[in-house]
């Protein structure tokens, strides 16, 4: 059972646009929803995390979006560079000693 | 210097051959992880280790044994290997709890079985 749903599963976006990747969650324990960014050939990293405490975070040109009440949270990525070309991943956490997560999305910015 | 390190980063063996993935942090963390990426880039919690202890044992093949010799090192060996084993295996580690605070994860360790 797939515990974060993800989607889109591929995005292309011209340089300059913004991304947007969504992600919905059930379980309502979960208190801890970062992003990870994965580049070909190495591990995913930390890009942006946010507790249920807040309804928006920003980082430079990321942002998540939190929405409890309807257990969504989404990352955007304003003016989106070349450089952003990677697969992001949402994830959760909070119960169950792991993270849980989403199915990733491979974002192309076309120059 | 690199934070969570894993060695081989390719292994390519036969089907049958029993071979291990090593894994060591610096960061002084309490918590490490064995995480499978498979070709469709789905990461799936394999293990996680707190403090040397076995926290979580997903619904992995027996013939997958984790190994913490301290806390700073997890290593993965595997039995008897099969096509299916084939993928990457990414090491992770955290502060505190298990999962409860940013994960650091290795390059990764592309094992292909032949």
């Known amino acids: 059972q797939q515990q974060v749903k993800q989607s889109p599963q591929s995005l292309i976006v011209q340089k300059g646009g913004i991304s947007i990747i969504n992600c919905a969650y059930e379980n309502t324990a979960f208190d801890y929803f970062p992003w990870y960014q994965q580049f070909p050939g190495k591990g995913p990293a930390l890009l942006i995390a946010?507790?249920?405490?807040?309804s928006e975070k920003k980082e430079g040109r990321f942002t998540i979006s939190f929405n409890k009440s309807a257990k969504q949270f989404s990352l955007h990525i304003m003016d989106s560079q070349p450089g952003d070309s990677a697969t992001y991943f949402c994830?959760?956490?909070?119960?169950?000693?792991?993270?849980?997560f989403g199915t990733g999305t491979s974002l192309t910015v076309i120059p | 210097d690199t934070a969570v390190s894993q060695t081989p980063k390719y292994l390519v063996t036969q089907m049958g051959n029993d071979k291990s993935i090593k894994c060591e942090q610096n960061l002084g963390h309490d918590t490490m992880y064995w995480y499978k990426q498979d070709s469709k880039k789905f990461l799936k919690i394999m293990f996680s280790?707190?403090?040397?202890?076995?926290?979580i044992n997903e619904t992995v093949p027996n013939r997958f044994s984790p190994k913490s010799p301290d806390k700073a090192h997890l290593n993965l060996h595997i039995n008897s290997l099969e096509l299916g084993d084939s993928a990457v295996y990414f090491c992770?580690?955290?502060?505190?709890?298990?999962?409860?605070?940013?994960?650091?994860f290795g390059q990764g360790t592309r094992l292909t079985v032949v």
């Open positions: 946010i507790r249920p405490d807040v």
């Open positions: 280790y707190n403090n040397k202890e076995l926290i």
């Open positions: 994830a959760a956490s909070g119960t169950g000693n792991q993270f849980y």
């Open positions: 992770a580690s955290s502060q505190g709890v298990a999962g409860r605070t940013e994960a650091f």
